[in-house]
């Protein structure tokens, strides 16, 4: 089972700033087969990017994802007060699907 | 638009069973592998199981491995998972989610909004 490691736990910025958010994967993922997801509080999760570097529909360019061997990261550019919230990572290449412990981005 | 609208939670007592269901539409259900993922009360997301699209491979956590079916049905687009033997380490919000293609390798393009699963006796 591939171990996905977040950090740092918590993030805490004001808007128009810049956040940075990774995941650590345990082992190489298949195809790069990586997605990032928000969540709010009571809300389902939202899917904002995946294979590691393709934003999904209606994702605004702000978000955008890369990936350097088995280290992936999330950049958020200049924060807007709806970010906030819980992103977590998952990869899909192998099964079990395993998701990252999340990284909470709070308004500092 | 696409709509999943899961059903079926409550409060259940340890040892019982549960049959969850999600409803499905503003999509083609037969071309999408389907999941379900679970989240128990501030916590992070797990992943429980998945079914591709025809149904061909089913594949589950360990975690409920041999407790848990997920199985669908294309003439009523809905999926379902069926919960046997439950746990209190069960209790979570439970997720229907969409994969973006036919097999269960693809990230998790739409999600329902949750059916809460309590077990307490």
């Known amino acids: 089972e591939l171990v996905l490691t977040q950090s740092p736990g918590t993030l805490s910025l004001s808007p128009g700033e810049r956040a940075t958010l990774s995941c650590w994967v345990s082992?190489?993922?298949?195809?790069?087969?990586l997605a990032w997801y928000q969540q709010k509080p009571g809300q389902a999760p939202r899917l904002l990017i995946y294979?590691?570097?393709t934003r999904a529909t209606g994702i605004p360019e702000r978000f955008s994802g890369s990936v350097s061997g088995t280290d992936f990261t999330l950049t958020i550019n200049r924060l807007e007060p709806e970010d906030f919230a819980v992103y977590y990572c998952?990869?899909?290449?192998?099964?079990?699907?395993?998701f990252g412990p999340g990284t909470k981005v709070d308004i500092k | 638009q696409v709509q999943l609208v899961e059903s079926g939670g409550g409060i259940v007592q340890p040892g019982r069973s549960l049959r969850l269901s999600c409803a499905a539409s503003?999509?083609?259900?037969?071309?999408?592998?389907m999941h379900w993922v679970r989240q128990a009360p501030g916590k992070g997301l797990e992943w429980v199981a998945v079914i591709w699209y025809d149904g061909s491979n089913e594949y589950y956590a360990d975690s409920v491995k041999g407790r848990v079916t997920i199985s669908r049905d294309s003439s009523t687009n809905t999926l379902f998972l069926e919960m046997n033997s439950l746990r209190g380490e069960d209790t979570a919000v439970y997720y229907c989610?969409?994969?973006?293609?036919?097999?269960?390798?693809?990230?998790?393009?739409?999600w329902g909004q949750g059916t809460l699963v309590t077990v307490s006796s």
């Open positions: 998952q990869q899909y290449g192998s099964s079990p699907v395993t």
């Open positions: 082992q190489s993922v298949s195809r790069n087969y």
């Open positions: 989610a969409r994969a973006r293609g036919y097999s269960g390798y693809d990230a998790f393009d739409n």
């Open positions: 503003g999509f083609i259900f037969s071309n999408y592998a």
């Open positions: 294979d590691a570097s």
